[in-house]
């Protein structure tokens, strides 16, 4: 079913007066901005349908999320790892799930394992990728990464100077609360968790 509302999705075309290209074309990129994480690039693109437009777009190599489980005490109820930290940009402590950026010529899946052990200290024997997004598409250009990790053991964390980070593990179901009460803001915690309960509940892990 998914697979033929993107081939309908794919194949509709928007109303025009008249014939225009349907393939974006990059006529100039302009750095704005040079960072440690990012870059601010400032583009002008023909889009598709013909239109000329500039727009901002922030460069960012990439970043993997990992939604690591325990089944061990209750496979019906699994407990799951969280951190939670200050986020200056959102001005409050978030919870959310051990994430960081993709290193340059890093494997996500290799950068997974990575942030992992450095922000929490937990280690997973299995792995498999839950999903790919983006992010924010309207002005970021980063690929985010979920990975579900399991058979997870502890170990001693190592994470950045600047990580403050509290780590905590709650039930799936306590998780799922927090979500409904309006207590976890993170979005990317809130995909890893809605689809990890989602493929649960229909049988797919």
Known sequence: MAAQIIKRLSASKPVTKKKRSTKPRLIS???AYKGKVFSVFSDKVEEP?????VRDVIRHNGSVVILAVDESKDPTD???VFERQYRHAAGQFLIELPAGRVEPGEAPLAAAKRELTEETGYRAKRWALLTKYFASPGFLGEWMQIYLARDIREGAATPEPDENIVVFRLPLSEALAL???NKIHDGKTLIGLMLYDTIRRTGQC
């Open 29 to 31: 990129s302009k750095l």
């Open 78 to 80: 699994p407990e799951i």
């Open 49 to 53: 349908g013909g239109n000329i437009n």
């Open 179 to 181: 979500i409904a009460a």
